[in-house]
Nanobody, 108 residues
Framework: QVQLVESGGGLVQAGDSLRLSCEAS?????MGWYRQAPGKEREFVAR???????DYADSVRGRFTVSRANGQTTLYLQMSSLKFEDTAIYFC?????WGQGTQVTVSA
């Protein structure tokens, strides 16, 4: 089972930027980010495969950038122009495993 550890969350103001990181214990073909806001279902944010192909939710496309580094075991999510509605716990996922999540709070 892949072990995943997220970091980089925090409290920011609307319009600010933030970068999330996820360290994986092994390389997997796909890695992705999901988020869960209070009282809502967990939703897809972005994903990237080992070839660099990416996919984004419509709500974040153009503002968020997903990337991988360190031999494909580190996953990043660069978030820009953050909005209040981006407030959520952000989870990293790979090969059916999930990280513990990192809280992102955007003040209006």
């Amino acid at each position: 089972q892949v072990q995943l550890v997220e970091s980089g969350g925090g409290l920011v103001q609307a319009g600010d930027s933030l970068r999330l990181s996820c360290e994986a214990s092994q390389v997997t073909f796909n890695m992705g980010w999901y988020r869960q806001a209070p009282g809502k279902e967990r939703e897809f944010v972005a994903r990237i495969d080992v070839n660099g192909n990416t996919d984004y939710a419509d709500s974040v496309r153009g503002r968020f950038t997903v990337s991988r580094a360190n031999g494909q075991t580190t996953l990043y999510l660069q978030m820009s122009s953050l909005k209040f509605e981006d407030t959520a716990i952000y989870f990293c996922t790979a090969a059916g495993s999930w990280g513990q999540g990192t809280q992102v709070t955007v003040s209006a």
